[in-house]
């Protein structure tokens, strides 16, 4: 493969492979020339573009690397200070804008130029035969080829190309319109945001165009988040489809960079191969060989691959049912070894002339079908249900059973999750239990033999008192987990406040992780956050080789001392109080003190403020273990009241009003609105109701909001208008 850099209007280099290992010297040298030459910066952004998009291409597609990551970060550092000097030469496909943004934005509503239709899916063998069958028939006996191709468990995603750059993602939604998601698309590495020239520096790929796949979270990154969120105290993604999703919808691009998405490319749809396109547009004409694509759909996927796509390497044209079934069994055993998830195969009948013939039916077409893998099952016998305490005192019961190998992998452990998981299940010890993986990385129990059930044995009973410390457990109303009360007395909830209060949204004691807390609990050292505060360098320095490290851990707590009173309202643990009451609470009351002696009515009068978080904060205050940590960490010098900035910053001029944010703005993010509106006074809403007081829009507000504020009658006004209300 050859690949194309348009360095200038007047000048092209040509580097054979992409960078290839043969030729590396030849970039080195190209590299350094263009460098050291006196070319304009402008002519030097260009060409780092184009080298740093061609070796996101070996990293990420060809997973065949040719210069190391310092190498790659020092092309990006410099591309990024170019574009800051030459603003007017910004490119929303430059390589730089795959980190992502902290300006969030919401998701608009996108029609697909072609529909999305599902595939039928089938669990067997017969159902297979039939599918061929039923080709067979619908092409009168012609002859046919079927491109079988794995089927990625992950969120479809549409993907449009203009004059090779990509100018819009959108998710699959209800198959005629789904949500813009371009912005966090472009963070996945993977995906091209500038296809490839040919060798002669000409587009081999028409002017516009839709591509379609699947976008995936690895396995490694399903891992690492998950530890993440167990680590933090949140609850655990299922697998890693879930995962995917709720990732490619979150509203922080850089959020969506840092997790490590990655996709797969499957599937070009034209008005040769879809029903009833809204839109006739003849996208590959044949009058234009550069951009006529090949007439299978094996064919187009290849071509796609030239192009920069990541395509599967485990395609495979088949002849006969026989083939076909040779494919799904090679891969129901071989897709244990990707690095991502599966749940199955695709059949698609080759030839997209044959595929227009077949045509669809009212909701698939009819030259395709899904065969869906079953689901890892295993039986094994259950031994005993252990219970553990998680940092938030919430007890997860967990089934331990005879070691059973499921999915390639030894499963002696599962989460039954809560009391009505267990009943409904109907465990009895001794049981023989039915344990799944399937596309779940986690495993679960699913079901008890019946027949295999010890005579005389008794349904397991939820235990009433905490395992760690033997205090009575509650269930607050509405809850389906069970809690240990007793947040100062319980070692795992101990560990848990202690982790809370040095996480980087609380104290951020950068220095500190779990591990080193479980250590310094586990040797006397702390049994409470405020003993952090007493920490010296040789209680830490061992036998004198950890000074440098000590040195850091205790100037970094000593560093904390200065987070500001909103985030000590937080980190101190007051359970059901998140980051947004907390900043409510301090601005309410202004003062630990005013907030430690508050009583119910006072607490209700906080906007965002119910009944169940008020009672947990009075008792809170009302525990002396909690009332002495406080004083003490009061006593350590830690910002217990509002500072004189930001009392001096915070105004009533939005006081009593409910603000709707929607749309993308140029001056402040959408978080720094909220905490411009929080500090004068306002509440910041996600929904417009009778009560919106306004809503502050920016670019690309979504329709369904403009619509409803239409109808209410809510004011709507720009960041320039808002700005001047509040000076």
Request: hydrophobic share 35%.
């Amino acid at each position: 493969m050859e690949y194309c850099f348009r360095v200038d209007a007047t000048c092209q280099v040509m580097i054979n492979d992409v960078l290839s290992n043969d030729n590396f010297c030849v970039h080195r040298r190209l590299t350094t020339q263009l460098h050291s030459d006196p070319m304009n910066e402008i002519e030097r952004i260009h060409a780092l573009r184009a080298e740093l998009h061609a070796h996101n291409h070996r990293y990420y597609v060809e997973n065949n690397p040719v210069i190391s990551d310092q190498d790659f970060d020092m092309l990006m550092h410099e591309l990024q200070d170019l574009e800051e000097k030459h603003p007017e030469l910004y490119d929303a496909n430059s390589p730089t804008q795959r980190v992502g943004s902290d300006i969030t934005q919401e998701f608009q509503q996108v029609a697909h130029k072609y529909p999305m239709l599902s595939l039928a899916n089938t669990y067997n063998r017969q159902d297979v035969a039939d599918f061929y069958t039923r080709v067979k028939n619908g092409l009168n006996g012609e002859d046919f080829d079927i491109c079988c191709e794995m089927k990625y468990d992950g969120l479809s995603i549409s993907l449009t190309y203009e004059d090779g750059k990509l100018v819009r993602a959108v998710t699959r939604g209800d198959g005629v319109k789904g949500d813009d998601v371009t912005t966090n698309v472009k963070t996945i590495r993977c995906i091209p945001l500038v296809l490839q020239h040919d060798a002669y520096g000409n587009a081999p790929y028409p002017n516009e165009f839709e591509i379609r796949g699947e976008v995936l979270l690895p396995f490694d990154s399903f891992n690492r988040l998950n530890a993440e969120r167990e680590e933090n105290g949140e609850a655990l993604f299922a697998n890693p489809r879930n995962a995917a999703s709720g990732t490619l919808k979150l509203q922080n691009s850089a959020e969506v960079a840092r997790r490590g998405l990655d996709a797969y490319l499957y599937y070009i749809p034209t008005d040769d191969n879809e029903q009833k396109a809204p839109v006739q547009l003849d996208l590959f004409s044949q009058a234009d060989p550069v951009t006529t694509l090949p007439s299978t759909h094996f064919g187009r996927l290849e071509k796609a691959k030239e192009w920069g796509f990541k395509i599967s390497n485990g395609m495979r044209l088949c002849k006969t049912l026989q083939e076909i079934y040779d494919f799904i069994d090679y891969w129901d055993t071989e897709r244990k070894n990707l690095p991502v998830a599966t749940d199955g195969i695709v059949l698609k009948v080759n030839s997209i002339r044959q595929q227009k013939s077949l045509g669809f039916t009212a909701k698939s077409p009819r030259w395709a079908i899904a065969y869906k893998f079953k689901a890892e099952r295993a039986c094994t016998r259950l031994d005993e249900i252990t219970y553990q305490v998680g940092r938030t005192g919430a007890i997860t019961p967990v089934a331990n059973m005879q070691p059973v190998l499921l999915a390639g992998t030894v499963v002696k452990r599962a989460s039954l999750y809560n009391a009505d998981a267990i009943k409904q299940l109907d465990l009895h010890i001794g049981d023989y239990v039915y344990v799944e993986k399937g596309g779940e990385i986690i495993p679960k129990v699913v079901g008890v033999d019946m027949d295999k059930r010890p005579a005389g044995s008794a349904p397991v009973e939820f235990i009433t008192h905490c395992p760690e410390c033997g205090t009575p457990l509650v269930r607050f109303e509405g809850e389906a987990v069970h809690y240990c009360p007793n947040d100062t007395g319980c070692p795992p909830q101990i560990k848990g406040r202690i982790e809370h209060f040095i996480s980087r949204k609380a104290m951020n004691i950068d220095s500190l992780g779990p591990e080193t807390v479980e250590e310094y609990y586990r040797h006397n050292l702390i049994k409470n956050i405020a003993d952090l505060y007493r920490i010296q360098v040789q209680d830490i320095n061992g036998d004198g080789s950890r000074e440098k490290s000590a040195q850091k851990i205790v100037k970094s707590i000593e560093e904390s001392k200065k987070v500001p009173f909103e985030r000590v309202v937080f980190a101190i643990g007051i359970r059901f109080v998140g980051e947004t009451s907390a900043k409510l609470l301090a601005r309410h009351f202004k003062s630990m003190e005013a907030l430690e002696s508050a009583t119910m009515e006072q607490l209700l009068e906080v906007g965002g403020i119910g009944e169940v978080m008020a009672q947990s904060i009075l008792n809170y205050f009302r525990n002396p273990a909690n009332i002495e940590i406080v004083s003490r960490l009061k006593e350590y010098g830690l910002q217990m009241q509002l500072s004189e900035e930001a009392m001096a910053a915070h105004t009533d001029k939005l006081a009593g009003k409910t603000i709707v944010i929607s749309g993308v703005f140029a001056k402040h993010s959408r978080d720094e609105y909220k905490q411009i509106i929080e500090t004068n006074g306002g509440k910041n809403s996600s929904s417009i109701s009778k009560n919106t007081a306004f809503i502050l829009a920016g670019d690309n507000m979504g329709p369904a909001k403009l619509e409803k504020a239409e109808k209410l009658g809510v004011p709507i006004i720009n960041e320039d208008e808002f700005l001047k209300m509040i000076e």
